[in-house]
């Protein structure tokens, strides 16, 4: 936002074209050669650039604000250079200077016999580019776009913004990585005020608040709706307004919890069941879980809600030591039963893992179902231990956890990557429906919906 | 397997019963408790091992097999004792000594309170276990297991094959790594020989041929049944044999592949599809690919098929750099469009993922939905673009590539983590049905044979 702000307030109005020829590239051209191209460049510039509106899609919407739109009247580009190290240099109108290579700027010609508009796929094929290639011009068209001509004769035109949205500087990198960052709010015990209930209905009829739902699951980690019909089905009717449940060992839809003789689950039985997060005995645990009263129990029932997150960096915090553990050992989860298929599932990660920056991204704990199989030499058990008994104190903090009793016709969605829950024991003829949704369908949706309103989050 | 071979071949009878007490903790006991311990001892040893039979399932199979059970009758625990280092040491008549901390010990007491037979959870939870917890008393029982007393009196026993079969010892966990490898068979173009085909109706009526046929998806990559009914719905029949087809934005079952028009994909036109994996615009790609033909194109049309992990380690072998390229530069595979549902998905990885041991584990490589926004410095450019250029050489080789055309009411089933495919353009009605599971579910049902039919592979 930064960069375009900055750009955007700088533009001076040059209208110049200017055009430069390499002196490497000028070695391979007879000048008779050059000229010739001169003439047909306007023409072909033309036929590549004709769709260009088209397949210039606002992908980045960090970049694509309505005041992008303005600067277009205004000069962008200010000079254009081919470097001999291999890449297009453009200066830019409001100051700076982008690098982009050769062979990146033949790779994503625009035009449409390299780029298919309808589909948004590429028709360049990896075979049909020499690494090496270098292009023999390169001009600024109209101070808006600058037009290369590769060896062979084909010509490709490069919009500003495009190009721009497309930096390599570290500071462009670093902006976009930032906007890309998930805005998450962490949060304790003090959360359960800020629960408030969307109505089940808006949730199947408008799309906005079904968007504000999920929103708020992917920032805040939960949501609930109230006034859900109080029968099976109903996660799957809020799903199908996405995408659809993910499904699992427990069938393709909803699976109902209540007592079971004989069951091979202890979810199904009224006992307590300790704080955990689902499916971590699956390669890629459901993202989502659903939980849907449609019977409360007479007595106990309630559920344990705790931000995984917070409760993680906390721990990082407090005892460093413990936090390592948790991120490095590598921890099997495993279960197998008959449910809606027999089942063998077993997959080992630590219980707290992070992306390359060190970020919380995933909580995989259900003590329950931890192997006693450890793959890690001996003296590493022990201090495991006391990070795990540290890790379990801070999640079981009053100040971490949310103790909320859902009432029939009540559907609580939350984060499976990121809360851990729990349920006390209970009495009487509970009955929650159980269902999962993956976040690549929810993101999905998400990115649809903003970019169809051309929303900023 | 190694480790059990010798240790069967070394055991000695003995049946001698030897218990030690440590040091450390005599100390905090009169003898006239210690005695009083030995009373109760084998009552409540009954209590707790009851049911030890039901809670030592096979799990870990390379160590189960009929010549373990024979040992049973033989003494296989010759010594055990506390140390002070916070393991139980257990020196096996076979020779050799395993380490076992005292906490893990406890943690993983099989006794009915401690471990649910029924449903194979753990019932101790880690806020009731003290991470410096050290037994009181250790003993051997009869040769065959271990016995120990806790500071509360409570006593857990723990059969010798349970615990030689999660030793922590450095060879016993090289020795589990092993055993857990997948076994791969590389191939080349000569693989098309080798493809019989097996009847469908052999899958749909017998789990063994079933069994066989995803066991060799997994270590092959590929296998082709025949004799399909020519009609839609026939990759749901086959999975629900197992468990479920993998939904997507293609829809909850099979997706119709022809000509369309219109169309948001290139895989909808009659043109070539360059090699490629499917959906790297998903978190989790879907593992396993079904291209059921249920009418042949006129012309053309035909699959090409690579082993995609042969040619990675090709390349590793030819040009260690492009390797390097090709493991570390993110790449991101985007897709938006509309078919069951509206979608904008986008994930970012390196095309050859490997593992912490340097194994290749999954390729993601669809070059036509690349997107030119790429997250790196601007000299790493050309270099990853040579490396695009040298993995495609590889890929294309026709000692590699496998061409074959599937006649309808074939169906060729696939690891799409591994084997890289394409499809030349078509003239005329062709219609493929295509469908996708995932790797969770197809190696929990060859697991759960495995377990029922006690096969070691």
Not at 88 to 114: A, I, M, T
Not at 322 to 328: D, K, R
Not at 333 to 350: C, N, Q, S, V, W
Request: one cysteine or more; proline letters at 4%; glycine letters at 6%.
């Amino acid at each position: 936002m930064a960069l375009l702000t900055r750009g955007v307030a700088r533009i001076i109005t040059s209208g110049q074209v200017t055009k430069l020829l390499s002196t490497t590239s000028m070695k391979s051209l007879s000048c008779g050669r050059a000229l010739s191209f001169n003439v047909s460049r306007m023409a072909s510039s033309m036929r590549c650039t004709g769709r260009k509106a088209e397949v210039s899609p606002p992908s980045h919407r960090w970049f694509s604000t309505p005041a992008a739109e303005s600067v277009r009247t205004a000069s962008a580009i200010e000079k254009v250079r081919l470097d001999s190290d291999g890449v297009v240099e453009v200066e830019w109108s409001s100051g700076g200077v982008s690098s982009f290579p050769y062979v990146w700027l033949r790779d994503n010609c625009q035009c449409p016999d390299c780029h298919s508009a309808m589909t948004g796929f590429r028709r360049v094929m990896i075979k049909d580019i020499d690494p090496s290639i270098a292009p023999v011009t390169a001009e600024v068209v109209d101070g808006k776009s600058i037009q290369l001509e590769w060896p062979d004769g084909h010509r490709s035109e490069f919009d500003w913004q495009w190009l721009q949205d497309r930096s390599f500087t570290q500071e462009a990198r670093d902006q976009r990585r930032e906007a890309k960052r998930r805005k998450l709010q962490l949060w304790g015990s003090e959360q359960l005020e800020k629960l408030q209930p969307v109505e089940f209905d808006a949730l199947m009829t408008d799309e906005m608040a079904l968007y504000d739902f999920f929103n708020t699951i992917d920032t805040v980690g939960l949501a609930l709706t109230r006034n859900v019909p109080c029968k099976v089905g109903q996660q799957q009717r809020l799903a199908e307004r996405i995408a659809y449940l993910r499904p699992t060992h427990y069938g393709l839809h909803e699976s109902s919890v209540y007592s079971k003789p004989n069951t091979s689950n202890l979810a199904f039985t009224g006992q307590r069941l300790h704080c955990h997060t689902d499916m971590p005995q699956y390669s890629s645990p459901a993202g989502i879980l659903l939980l849907h009263c449609v019977q409360e129990a007479e007595e106990g029932g309630e559920n344990e809600l705790i931000d995984g997150y917070h409760a993680a960096y906390q721990l990082k915090e407090k005892d460093p030591e413990a936090f390592h553990a948790l991120t490095t050992t590598p921890v099997s989860f495993a279960m197998h039963g008959k449910d809606y298929i027999r089942y063998d599932l077993e997959k080992t990660r630590p219980i707290i893992s992070l992306n390359s920056e060190g970020e919380v991204v995933r909580i995989c704990y259900a003590n329950q179902l931890r192997s006693a199989l450890m793959d890690v030499p001996v003296e590493r058990v022990q201090p495991f231990y006391r990070a795990m008994r540290a890790w379990d104190d801070v999640l079981y903090h009053p100040d971490n956890c949310i103790l909320t009793k859902l009432n029939a016709g009540e559907m609580v969605v939350f984060d499976n990557w990121r809360l851990v829950h729990g349920r006390r024991g209970f009495q009487g003829g509970r009955h929650v429906q159980t269902a999962y949704m993956d976040w690549d369908e929810v993101r999905s949706f998400l990115g649809v919906v903003r970019r169809e309103r051309n929303l900023n989050n």
